[in-house]
């Protein structure tokens, strides 16, 4: 593909959304495209070196007494429409119809060209807000006034016609992970500095602690997994939910075996010095951890909902679960805990797997064919 200027939106803080905006923006710069992040902040992973092509808008909501809300969304659009007109971009490509689509369509009208819109649908877009119904025609609009959509699984694509009513074409383009930092790390010597002994296997979770990560399901099948092995649990990230499962540590006397590590920078090595990943969420569209923890080499055990079963291979290279159901969790994390060839097994599938399935080449190679595509279309 000839190399073109391209404007990115996202929510550029740490979330999975943000991330895989960010990692493409890289990877297309890296092709010799001119990237324009247009966002509130510098997106997370932009923050490790100079990127010659890559541009960063910045969108200041201003915050006047006299709004009760700060006006994030035209904000976005008057930048948007700035950076359209003043760095003559070629097309647009947002992630989340809720706002991000609905403010590239204002900014699109206001810069008065004729811009092309990419939006991909990452989950919490459709599988929260469009079941609230006063935010259904929104979204529906946002989606149907782009001109190409993308969602991140085919269970995202499924899910999106039945909640929203669209009859849209929704393409699945999967997630990938920057190989180059996601694989199996040498961390010899790591754990003992976080107090894990040698005989203590390592599960691992990580997230942004909503409700829909039922992060009380992580702590009471790891409690069934203590009473058969020594284990310790870490705990990656940070949110609304974290006082419950701290409160929860501590009512269960779990204080030596549970490290709340907060967000982490350097999750390649965390993972690389776990055993086995709980990912146990009621809704989850993708699940980039998975597939970050599959890369570093980590079998994950996940609950058989939204996108997830697209990720993990049901006894292959993880195992899927039924939510809420925390014996089965613990038994197979135990089943995987215990028989050390079938770890090593589930271990090679799962690296072959992102390799293949998940190749960060490939996708961003289907992204550029759908940005052809959609350039040539009138
Ligand atoms: O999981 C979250 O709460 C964060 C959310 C986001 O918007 O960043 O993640 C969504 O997008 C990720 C990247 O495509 C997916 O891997 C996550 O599964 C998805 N989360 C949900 O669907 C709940």
């Known amino acids: 593909m000839k190399p073109k200027k391209i404007g990115i939106s996202c929510y550029p ?33 932009l923050d490790d070196k100079v990127y010659p092509n890559i541009f960063f808008h910045e969108v200041e909501v201003n915050q006047y007494a006299v709004f009760k809300h700060p006006p994030h969304d035209l904000s976005a659009a008057s930048k948007l429409a700035e950076v359209i007109r003043t760095h003559e971009l070629d097309f647009l ?79 699945t383009v999967y997630n990938f992970v920057d190989e180059d930092v996601y694989y199996p790390k040498p961390v010899e010597g790591l754990a003992a500095h976080y107090g894990i002994s040698k005989d203590e296997r390592v599960l691992i979770h990580i997230s942004n602690f909503r409700p829909v990560k039922r992060i009380l399901d992580v702590l009471k099948s790891f409690s069934l997994i203590l009473k058969k092995t020594k284990a310790k649990l870490l705990l990656i990230g940070n949110g609304p939910e974290l006082p419950i499962a701290r409160q929860y540590i501590k009512e269960h006397g779990l204080e030596k ?45 996940g609950t058989a909902i939204g996108g997830i079963p697209e990720v993990i291979e049901d006894g292959e290279s993880g195992y899927l679960v039924p939510v809420g159901d925390v014996e089965a969790v613990a038994d197979r994390v135990l089943r995987l805990l215990q028989d050390q060839t079938m770890h090593q097994r589930f271990r090679e599938r799962g690296l072959k797997r992102v390799k293949h399935e998940f190749y960060s080449q490939r996708i961003v190679s289907e992204y550029e064919r759908l940005y052809e595509k959609m350039l040539q279309e009138d």
Request: glycine residues 8%.
């Open 13 to 45: 803080t740490v979330g999975g959304s943000g991330v895989v905006a960010t990692e493409l923006g890289k990877q297309l710069a890296s092709r010799g495209h001119e990237v324009h992040f247009i966002t509130t902040e510098i997106p997370f992973r």
């Open 93 to 171: 490509h947002v992630h989340y119809a809720v706002p991000h689509a609905v403010c590239a369509i204002l900014a699109k009208q206001m810069s008065g060209r004729e811009i092309k819109i990419m939006t991909t649908l990452h989950g919490t877009d459709i599988t929260v807000l469009g079941f609230d119904p006063s935010l259904q025609p929104l979204i529906r609009f946002g989606i149907e006034q782009s001109d190409c959509v993308t969602a991140v699984s085919h269970d995202l694509v499924r899910q999106t016609k039945e909640l929203v009513e669209t009859t849209k074409t929704i393409e």
């Open 257 to 301: 075996h549970v490290l709340v590590l907060g967000n982490q920078k350097h999750i390649a090595e965390l993972l690389s010095m776990s055993d086995v990943m709980l990912l146990l969420s009621e809704k989850e569209s993708f699940g980039l951890v998975a597939l970050e923890a599959m890369a570093c080499g980590v079998p994950v055990v």
